[in-house]
């Protein structure tokens, strides 16, 4: 009884006071009644006093019972306002007890129907936060990354940044927009080596990455980069005892790496990955790396073409000699660097005899193997710091630093004796001649233009001197 009326002050005022109410009305018949024998029977009779104590006992009991029955009706109403005041309050994990089918025994089924799909909502609620929070770092991600591949396009097709600028962005750019993990992208330094060592990388502060050299076919890396297919290794990853040896050895939790290949040719291998605990490269963490590679891809063929131009603009088709334009400026070079130190720089002309009676008679193909055969010899005798170059049709020139004159024309009567004693023709004999002119600075001239307009001069000179000649 005592926790019945504790729990009274529990519920809301209103209610407390019908409550009271209730209580009093239900109790104030039997009050009255034995008021009423009190008061009538002040000084009863001793024969009265049986009849009096059992009326005071009947009104006793009926109060009781009376407080009983109310207590039994309003103490399920008073659990449920409590229980509708926490739940009211967020407490949506509390629930009704129900012991009747009477009203108040719907009306807590009606609450706890109502606080169960709260709860629901509430928990649906939850999970759509979740997933909108998910969604937001995916978007930022895909951003930042959609960012960054712009970034890196606007370098390539900018045509000013050389290849490492490209590749340190690009590494930098995969490492941060993939779970701010590393990033190393593995390179040949130079044809023909076989090797792949870092060219670029980013945020290695742990991996034993950087020391590893990679062998096409040989160890775990090498043979990723001769299937031709990207690895991953993370906790969907069986782990043999050579990929417990990769993460072990270069100190990885995660790694996913991509063969870098232009058709057939090997160009490098990129390694990415971080250094969370259970973790699941995702289809999209996945595109986004193969996207990068592929920039990567795009960026080591830029710079493979860009050479090849270059080669192209400095060097002859036919002859693999340079070009008329690349040897005089550096003719011009030579003749400032030799200007400066006080040393020689020559300059030698040769031009094919009969040139054009060849052509006429053996056909255009006898004669570009002609010329093919002779610039052959003129590079064979050039020195470690010269330069042979084709400056016209049947036309060589060939820059000379640090020779004087006499040397130079040493070199030059060497070159039109061996081109004298060979034979240009694949059936029968065909004997070619040349003739040539040579020029030095400072005693012919002080620029490429005076040492190339002397050279020039001579050769004419050699040529009405009959030829098949050098003149200095």
């Known amino acids: 009884m005592k926790g019945f009326f504790k729990k009274v002050f529990l519920v809301p005022k209103g209610l407390r006071f019908k409550l009271l109410i209730a209580f009093s009305l239900m109790s104030i018949i039997p009050i009255l009644a034995c008021a009423y024998l009190i008061f009538s029977h002040t000084f009863p009779a001793m024969s009265d006093v049986t009849s009096v104590t059992t009326v005071v006992l009947l009104s006793a009991i009926i109060s009781t019972l009376g407080l009983a029955l109310a207590k039994r009706m309003v103490d399920p109403v008073i659990n449920m306002a409590i229980e509708a005041k926490m739940i009211a309050g967020g407490e949506f994990d509390r629930e009704i007890s129900v012991r009747a089918d009477d009203e108040v025994g719907i009306l807590g089924e009606s609450i706890n129907a109502m606080t169960q799909k709260m709860r629901l909502n509430l928990d649906e609620l939850r999970s759509f936060g979740q997933k909108i929070k998910e969604l937001n770092v995916d978007i930022h991600k895909k951003v930042l990354a959609l960012s960054s591949l712009l970034q890196i396009s606007d370098l390539i097709a900018g045509g000013s940044a050389n290849l490492d600028t490209v590749l340190e962005l690009s590494v930098q750019k995969v490492a941060m927009v993939l779970d701010e993990g590393f990033c190393v992208f593995y390179m040949i330094p130079k044809e023909g080596s076989g090797e792949f060592l870092p060219r670029a990388y980013s945020n290695i502060q742990r991996e034993a990455l950087l020391g590893v050299v990679v062998k096409k076919g040989?160890?775990?890396?090498?043979?990723?980069?001769?299937?031709?297919?990207?690895?991953?290794?993370?906790?969907?990853?069986?782990?043999?005892?050579?990929?417990?040896?990769?993460?072990?050895?270069?100190?990885?939790?995660?790694?996913?790496?991509?063969?870098?290949?232009?058709?057939?040719?090997?160009?490098?291998?990129?390694?990415?990955?971080?250094?969370?605990?259970?973790?699941?490269?995702?289809?999209?963490?996945?595109?986004?790396?193969?996207?990068?590679?592929?920039?990567?891809?795009?960026?080591?063929?830029?710079?493979?073409?860009?050479?090849?131009?270059?080669?192209?603009?400095?060097?002859d088709d036919l002859t693999d000699l340079y070009s008329k334009d690349y040897v005089l400026s550096r003719l011009d070079e030579e003749i400032r660097r030799a200007i400066f130190y006080q040393r020689p720089c020559s300059f030698i002309l040769f031009s094919i005899d009969n040139f054009e009676s060849l052509r006429e008679t053996r056909g255009e193909l006898a004669a570009e193997d002609v010329i093919k055969r002779v610039a052959k010899l003129i590079r064979d005798n050039t020195t470690p710091v010269g330069k042979a170059a084709r400056i016209s049709g049947n036309e060589f020139g060939m820059l000379l630093p640090e020779k004087n004159k006499r040397q130079a024309a040493y070199i030059a009567e060497e070159v039109r004796k061996q081109i004298e004693a060979a034979n240009f023709s694949r059936e029968g004999s065909l004997k070619i001649t040349v003739s040539g002119g040579v020029s030095e600075n400072p005693i012919d001239g002080s620029t490429q233009e005076e040492l190339f307009k002397k050279a020039t001069e001579l050769l004419g000179n050699a040529k009405s001197m009959g030829k098949n000649r050098i003149t200095a």
């Open 218 to 315: 040989e160890g775990f890396l090498g043979r990723i980069i001769e299937d031709k297919k990207l690895f991953i290794v993370d906790n969907t990853t069986e782990m043999t005892g050579e990929v417990k040896e990769l993460k072990s050895s270069n100190k990885i939790e995660n790694m996913a790496a991509v063969p870098i290949y232009s058709g057939n040719k090997i160009l490098g291998l990129l390694v990415v990955g971080n250094r969370q605990d259970d973790y699941q490269y995702r289809a999209d963490d996945l595109d986004l790396i193969k996207i990068f590679a592929k920039q990567i891809t795009i960026a080591v063929e830029n710079d493979i073409w860009i050479k090849k131009s270059r080669e192209l603009l400095i060097k």
